[in-house]
């Protein structure tokens, strides 16, 4: 059977470096890839304790900009249940994060009406339970704002979306009564939690500068946690029917309602669940920064977080993700840095111009690799594991290679 | 603040939104001039959407920027005419300002279209050749715009030895004091407006003969209603794409003189955007791909605007103009004229 197999050697199948590694990847036992998964999950976490030398930033808190990194990574993922896998373009998404930290901010903040803090919210607790519904609160805003509009041509989708986003700023900024207007909520609650005697707030709060495990450490922590059990309710649906759905309308939204997709049933779907999650970004940014103002929620931040999952690669979890991280990173990386490797950089300057690179960067990727860096690569849905031990027997066969497992051992 | 009131002036209930019928009654006509005059700069902007959705069904995401750049490019016009930008009012007499503000006008226009010509081969083109998805258009629009704003923002002070460009908005060159010409239902109409509308006008009726009675409008419309017939029929495409982004983005730079007539302070690197989105809304409005339904759709835009201005007050006047957008997609999503360029008669 083996000299057969090299004997015919058929044309060696051009395999890429990511596919190579997907397949090997995807080859592993199951135990060895949540083994594998769990150890790089603590390696990051332990990236702010670590503070490798030239990763750290200079300018701003390490931890800070990898809490930060978190929020954007929940944003990137949610945006991409939405864009990614169901190819709606969403460019109102910030309106979502706004609806998420203000729902936080109205019900904690002493400085807003509906303030529950005083009644019987304690101070401890109230922002665990302002996030459940603040993340209702937004999964409705979706439905709201999906039900008319989802029917839309998807270009006029993204600018129903993009005015969608406006008008959530525009109301933060102007219904003063309720939302402070431009001077914003205060004093929003986080969650109190160890105290002791130099840190009197406990971990979470921002006073607490202390290093090595300063807030921004402990806020890193928590969405990373929040992270991971997002990309599993995620990844859980997108295996499923719900998933294979998306992933037709995507591809052909006519060809899957004439196969009896209820698309628009699933369209909304993606929309409250992709929204829901921007909500719970937003609030634990509300309570990171125990502060919200409409300035934060400027159009130009929806455009920010599509960078980042086009960037990464749209469908891709752990793509967006990274370019979460690009889109978070890269600008702090530079900010405040005079040198790097003995070449000495205006790093602020370069932080500042970090939109204009970011544009040339989607256009060139547009042009060139319009997948993102990380693309997605559809697998056999229905079929699950089984199905990526043979694609890998087939793919190791075709370039000729050997496998242990097809091959009596000799050559 | 905080009540609601009605025309008598009577406070009916507490409520978080002002709701004053009487501001609405009282300078209604005097909002409608204003509305026009926005209207009528909208309309133009938002040509340039309606000629190149006609032509490629794209939404030009980054046509807003196009038209900032058309403020700069008028302002560095008056710029090199001579013009320093101090806080009085340059007084040149009718007919020169005149002429310095026409000179301006192509100054914009020569930017603008330069600009779109510029965008369409450099982002649209090679997309266009590997046959992309209308997603990748709408992101690398967006990218478009990222790298047009940041340019003026970054760049161009750089470049100009921070003459232009930069944070902060440009200080107004000011050619002409607006002051009152005639009455009209009681509203004042100033030399401003007047201005404004009657060069909008013109040139909306010089693009509508252009599209409508030329031979390079006629290409247009034939490539808006067919691309391969066209094409079978010896009209080359790439070259008609071409012309409506330069037609469209000249629009634009007219505008752009307009509206800095109207604010003055509005020449920012910023100042396209909400701008641009009302122009978009506008073409919605009138029927996306329908060059009359545009012209429509500003007009309306415009005063439908103030009206909400004044019914609601100053800080909804964007709120009104998006949510409007929002009930005309729901709605009737071919917009009111609803044509497409192609099938306009011809």
Known sequence: ?411 | MSALVLAGGQVLADGVIDFNVGALGRNFWSLTVSGLTYGSIYALVAVGYTLVYGVLRLINFAHSEIFMLGMFGQYATLMLLGFNPSGDVFQQGVLLTIVFLGVAMVGGMAVSGGAAVVLERVAYRPLRRRGAPALVFLITAIGASFVIQEFVHFVLPKLTGNALGGVNAQQPIRLVQPSTQFELFGANVTNVDLVIVVAALALAFAVDRFVNATKFGRGIRAVAQDPVTATLMGVSRERIIVLTFLVGGMLAGAAALLYTLRVPSGVIYSGGFILGLKAFSAAVLGGIGNLRGALLGGLLLGVMELYGQALFGTEWRDVVAFVLLILVLMFRPTGILGESLGKARA
């Open chain 1, 1 to 411: 059977m083996s000299t057969e197999m090299t004997t015919t050697a058929p044309a060696p199948v051009h395999l890429g470096v990511g596919d190579r590694v997907r397949l090997w990847w995807d080859a592993l036992p199951r135990q060895t890839q949540w083994v594998a998964g769990v150890v790089g999950v603590l390696l990051v976490a332990l990236l702010p304790v670590l503070r490798p030398p030239v990763l750290t930033t200079v300018g701003t808190d390490f931890a800070g900009v990898l809490a930060q990194f978190g929020m954007y990574a929940l944003l990137a993922i949610g945006l991409n249940v939405v864009v990614g896998q169901t190819g709606l373009l969403d460019l109102g998404y910030v309106g979502f994060y706004a609806i998420g930290a203000y729902t936080v901010g109205l019900m904690t903040s002493p400085s807003s009406p509906w303030n529950l803090t005083d009644d019987w919210l304690s101070r401890e607790w109230g922002w665990l339970f302002a996030v459940p519904v603040a993340v209702a609160i937004t999964a409705l805003s979706g439905l709201l704002l999906g039900s008319p509009t989802l029917r839309l041509r998807g270009d006029y989708l993204a600018i129903v979306t993009l005015g969608f986003g406006e008008i959530v700023r525009l109301l933060a900024d102007n219904l003063s009564t309720v939302t402070g207007g431009g001077r914003g909520l205060n004093q929003i609650a986080y969650p109190v939690v160890g105290q002791s005697a130099e840190r009197p707030n406990g971990i979470f709060s921002a006073g607490n500068t202390g290093l090595p495990l300063n807030s921004g450490t402990w806020w890193f922590w928590l969405s990373l946690v929040l992270i991971v059990l997002v990309l599993v309710v995620v990844g859980n649906l997108e295996r499923s029917r719900v998933g294979r759905a998306w992933v037709a309308i995507r591809e052909d939204e006519d060809a899957a309602e004439i196969m009896g997709v209820p698309t628009f049933k699933f369209k909304l779907w993606a929309f409250l669940i992709g929204a829901s999650i921007g909500g719970l970004s937003g609030a634990l940014y509300a309570g990171q920064v125990q502060f919200v103002v409409p300035t934060t929620f400027n159009v130009i931040n929806s455009m920010l977080f599509l960078c980042a999952v086009v960037l990464g690669g749209q469908g891709n979890k752990l793509g967006v993700i990274l370019g979460a991280f690009a889109i978070v990173y890269l600008p702090n990386f530079f900010l405040g840095r005079t040198e790097l490797f003995g070449i000495p950089i205006d790093g602020n300057e370069i932080a500042n111009y970090r939109y204009l690179f970011f544009g040339l960067a989607l256009m060139i990727l547009m042009i060139f690799r319009p997948q993102g860096l990380f693309p997605a690569r559809q697998k056999l849905l229905t079929y699950g594991r089984e199905v990526y031990v043979i694609a890998r027997r087939a793919a190791a066969a075709a370039t000729g290679r050997r496998t242990p497992d097809t091959t009596g051992g000799a050559r």
